[in-house]
């Protein structure tokens, strides 16, 4: 069965970079079927897409947040990295990383989502 | 707003079935898979529907998906006080080469 679980700092300071890890068991992120996608949802709030990798490395991000992101994957520890910069406190959200076998594609396995804050 | 246009909330009778509207456009439905989500209070949102009308393995048949040009529907029959969630569809747009969701229908069971 495969296992998602996101870590990272769970308080950023605003203007600083947020940074999150992927961990995936159950199965390998190099498999040429999937893209692992970042969604993020603000308490309350909806869920949004920040962006997906393919496991060769190609990259495809929220044009709204594209200037700001990166997203990357490291195939030897079977992880897939978010990095947010310039954050603000309005972007005070939870972070889930998420499986998709195609951009359109439905997101089949999610992580449980970690609680990031952002604030001084 | 969100590209996709959800009510905001629904509400049914237990057993009573109940359906959530997806409005989007040409950029995205109507020429793109749809998914949905059911995420219940304090959980990871949970796929429900794939590729507008597909059920994954252990989604019972009660919830069910179709699309009609620019629209999909969500349904959910028979319903039970353990699908009081929020419901969120999803696709791809081709025009903001973007995952979009929707803005979330909370269902309610009276």
């Known amino acids: 069965q495969l296992h998602l679980q996101e870590s990272g700092p769970g308080l950023v300071k605003p203007s600083e970079t947020l940074s999150l890890t992927c961990t995936v068991s159950?199965?390998?992120?190099?498999?040429?079927?999937?893209?692992w996608g970042w969604v993020r949802q603000p308490p309350g709030k909806g869920l949004e897409w920040i962006g997906s990798?393919?496991?060769?490395?190609?990259?495809y991000y929220n044009p709204s947040l594209k200037s700001r992101v990166t997203i990357s994957v490291d195939t030897s520890n079977n992880q897939f990295s978010l990095n947010l910069s310039s954050v603000t406190a309005a972007e005070t959200a939870v972070f889930y990383c998420?499986?998709?076998?195609?951009?359109?594609?439905?997101?089949?396995?999610w992580g449980q989502g970690t609680l990031v804050t952002v604030s001084s | 707003q969100s590209v996709l246009t959800q009510p905001p909330s629904v509400s049914a009778a237990p057993r009573q079935k109940v359906t959530i509207s997806c409005s989007g456009s040409?950029?995205?439905?109507?020429?793109?898979?749809v998914s949905w989500y059911q995420q219940l209070p304090g959980t990871a949102p949970k796929l429900l529907i794939y590729?507008?009308?597909k059920r994954p393995s252990g989604i019972p048949s009660r919830f069910s998906g179709s699309k009609s040009g620019t629209s999909a529907t969500l349904g959910i029959t028979g319903l039970q006080t353990g699908d009081e969630a929020d419901y969120y569809c999803?696709?791809?747009?081709?025009?903001?080469?973007?995952?979009?969701f929707g803005g979330g229908t909370k269902l309610t069971i009276l």
């Open positions: 998420a499986r998709h076998s195609g951009l359109g594609r439905g997101f089949d396995y």
């Open positions: 159950g199965g390998s992120i190099s498999s040429s079927t999937y893209y």
């Open positions: 990798i393919y496991y060769s490395g190609n990259t």
């Open positions: 040409t950029s995205n439905i109507e020429n793109n898979y």
């Open positions: 590729d507008n009308n």
């Open positions: 999803a696709t791809w747009d081709n025009s903001l080469s973007a995952v979009v």
